[in-house]
């Protein structure tokens, strides 16, 4: 009898033990998937975070220049503004693009323990960039004939002309400091970036009051305070980077980085055309509002919401960096499943950032634009065009993130190819149709050129990820 008891509890604790063990194992799974979030999300933030603090610094000391220009005039403001935006604005996009593809190559060496690749890789993209900021330099130099041609005042092109030559110095520092960022994120010392970062806004604060208040030289002084606060980036980084800072990756320059040019240069230029033609997508929005009926009106709300979409832009635009460091470094190290997980963690929480944002854009959708501005009408139309910010807001907290995807893969030439075609063959015409044809104003073209640029590129992004193959992407 007693036997046959203790088989029984034996039996009924085996039975209990089996019914316990897929809740362990369930339990288990749970705990493993939080610690590699967990540990995914150090190593993301680790460039992320520093990667927000530089962008925005960087963002910061151009409008802290022209806050301080404010004193001399309109005429100056203006100009220095647009030499700024329009002309610097538009090779800036081109150089930080073609930068970009030092994200594939030096993320995927370092993976790949290959460190010696890093430094030939920075000075190759050196000599690219440096070439190409002399082919760009026409823009510079006949920037007044140019902006006359966009419709600009004389008054103020020609000041802008003036500005846009004093300002070929800093063109030249991006040849320098984008490649050099970028050679350090994908070693993860994102630190050093964000010092330099901080030390070149406090060399442009002086530096602007002391050119444009102390000295009077006025929008010229300007254009100098920008000049060497971004040649402090450059100088900054390179001390770093050749005074002990990268001793495996850095061993000085080296002729072999004069070889494999041409495999390079295409790399660069998928990648510069890839990023600049979303950095144009906006700047032809505003173009186009222009030639709207109450253009002045539709021109200050927009501006005022690209003004905001452009400071939260800097949340997305350092996930774009740290996500391509990511990949690029999982794949290099030959780790396919790790590349897939390190996206979907960037994806999430990137998109969860861009949820808050937008949500609170939609709760201070009449309020946003006291900020800027105290004119009823302003309030009014910035209110009205509130959604679409949102919107916006939303669908960048994603759509840089898959781009950053496809930097550390290698598939920039694809990707420039559906920019092209989801921004300039569907977007801009259906912005066109809605804002002319059916008459829905700023609304009608910023609406279309979302849905039907933005959305449409975001989801076509989606779907290659998804369905890539990552494992075949390693052996690439």
């Given at each position: 009898?007693?036997?046959?008891?203790?088989?029984?509890?034996?039996?009924?604790?085996?039975?209990?033990n089996?019914?316990?063990?897929?809740?362990?194992?369930?339990?288990?799974?749970?705990?493993?998937?939080?610690t590699?979030?967990?540990?995914?999300?150090?190593?993301?933030?680790?460039?992320?975070?520093?990667?927000?603090?530089s962008?925005?610094?960087?963002?910061?000391?151009?409008?802290?220049?022209?806050?301080?220009?404010?004193?001399?005039?309109?005429?100056?403001?203006?100009?220095?503004?647009?030499?700024?935006?329009?002309?610097?604005?538009?090779?800036?996009?081109?150089?930080?693009?073609?930068?970009?593809?030092?994200?594939?190559?030096?993320?995927?060496?370092?993976?790949?323990?290959?460190?010696?690749?890093?430094?030939?890789?920075?000075?190759?993209?050196?000599?690219?960039?440096?070439?190409?900021?002399?082919?760009?330099?026409?823009?510079?130099?006949?920037?007044?004939?140019?902006?006359?041609?966009?419709?600009?005042?004389?008054?103020?092109?020609?000041?802008?002309?003036?500005?846009?030559?004093?300002?070929?110095?800093?063109?030249?520092?991006?040849?320098?400091?984008?490649?050099?960022?970028?050679?350090?994120?994908?070693?993860?010392?994102?630190?050093?970036?964000?010092?330099?970062?901080?030390?070149?806004?406090?060399?442009?604060?002086?530096?602007?009051?002391?050119?444009?208040?102390?000295?009077?030289?006025g929008?010229?002084?300007?254009?100098?305070?920008?000049?060497?606060?971004?040649?402090?980036?450059?100088?900054?980084?390179?001390?770093?980077?050749?005074?002990?800072?990268?001793?495996?990756?850095?061993?000085?320059?080296?002729?072999?980085?004069?070889?494999?040019?041409?495999?390079?240069?295409?790399?660069?230029?998928?990648?510069?055309?890839?990023?600049?033609?979303?950095?144009?997508?906006?700047?032809?929005?505003?173009?186009?509002?222009?030639?709207?009926?109450?253009?002045?009106?539709?021109?200050?709300?927009?501006?005022?919401?690209?003004?905001?979409?452009?400071w939260?832009?800097?949340?997305?635009?350092?996930?774009?960096?740290?996500?391509?460091?990511?990949?690029?470094?999982?794949?290099?190290a030959?780790?396919?499943?790790?590349?897939?997980?390190?996206m979907?963690?960037?994806?999430?929480?990137?998109?969860?950032?861009?949820?808050?944002?937008?949500?609170?854009?939609?709760?201070?959708?009449?309020?946003?634009?006291?900020?800027?501005?105290?004119?009823?009408?302003?309030?009014?139309?910035?209110?009205?065009?509130?959604?679409?910010?949102?919107?916006?807001?939303?669908?960048?907290?994603?759509?840089?993130?898959?781009s950053?995807?496809?930097?550390?893969?290698?598939?920039?030439?694809?990707?420039?190819?559906?920019?092209?075609g989801?921004?300039?063959?569907?977007?801009?015409?259906?912005?066109?149709?809605?804002?002319?044809?059916?008459h829905w104003?700023?609304?009608?073209?910023?609406?279309?050129?979302i849905?039907?640029?933005?959305?449409?590129?975001?989801?076509?992004?989606?779907?290659?990820?998804?369905?890539?193959?990552?494992e075949?992407?390693?052996?690439?």
């Open positions: 009898m007693g036997s046959v008891i203790e088989n029984e509890n034996g039996n009924g604790n085996e039975d209990l089996q019914a316990l063990l897929p809740k362990h194992r369930q339990q288990n799974k749970e705990d493993d998937l939080t590699r979030v967990w540990v995914e999300s150090k190593k993301l933030w680790h460039i992320v975070g520093p990667s927000i603090f962008r925005v610094v960087s963002f910061s000391m151009n409008v802290i220049t022209q806050a301080f220009a404010g004193h001399l005039g309109d005429v100056q403001l203006a100009a220095i503004s647009i030499a700024n935006t329009v002309i610097v604005g538009f090779n800036f996009g081109l150089l930080l693009g073609m930068a970009s593809a030092l994200e594939t190559l030096c993320g995927q060496a370092f993976g790949a323990k290959r460190y010696h690749m890093l430094g030939i890789y920075l000075q190759r993209s050196w000599i690219v960039l440096f070439l190409c900021c002399f082919l760009l330099l026409p823009f510079y130099v006949f920037s007044t004939p140019f902006l006359k041609i966009l419709g600009q005042p004389d008054d103020v092109a020609e000041q802008s002309g003036v500005v846009a030559l004093w300002l070929i110095p800093l063109h030249f520092s991006f040849a320098f400091q984008f490649p050099l960022q970028r050679f350090l994120q994908c070693q993860l010392k994102t630190m050093v970036i964000a010092w330099v970062s901080l030390v070149g806004l406090v060399v442009n604060v002086v530096s602007s009051w002391l050119f444009i208040y102390v000295l009077d030289f929008v010229i002084g300007a254009a100098v305070a920008l000049d060497i606060s971004w040649w402090v980036l450059v100088f900054g980084l390179y001390g770093y980077t050749a005074f002990g800072g990268c001793p495996q990756t850095w061993s000085g320059f080296s002729i072999e980085a004069f070889s494999g040019l041409w495999e390079f240069i295409k790399l660069s230029a998928a990648s510069g055309v890839m990023l600049c033609l979303e950095n144009w997508y906006y700047r032809i929005l505003i173009l186009m509002t222009g030639f709207l009926k109450n253009a002045t009106l539709a021109v200050d709300a927009l501006s005022i919401c690209m003004t905001i979409n452009g939260e832009m800097m949340i997305p635009l350092a996930f774009f960096a740290g996500v391509g460091v990511r990949v690029a470094n999982e794949l290099g030959g780790n396919g499943k790790a590349a897939k997980f390190a979907i963690v960037s994806v999430v929480e990137s998109t969860v950032i861009g949820l808050v944002f937008c949500a609170l854009i939609v709760i201070l959708h009449n309020k946003i634009a006291y900020i800027f501005s105290s004119s009823t009408d302003v309030l009014q139309a910035v209110d009205q065009l509130a959604f679409l910010l949102a919107i916006t807001i939303l669908l960048n907290s994603v759509q840089p993130v898959l950053g995807v496809a930097v550390g893969s290698g598939w920039q030439g694809t990707v420039a190819y559906i920019n092209l989801c921004y300039y063959i569907i977007g801009l015409p259906l912005g066109i149709v809605l804002g002319w044809v059916f104003g700023v609304s009608g073209i910023w609406g279309g050129m849905f039907g640029g933005t959305a449409t590129q975001t989801m076509i992004l989606a779907i290659i990820t998804t369905r890539c193959n990552w075949k992407e390693f052996s690439k």
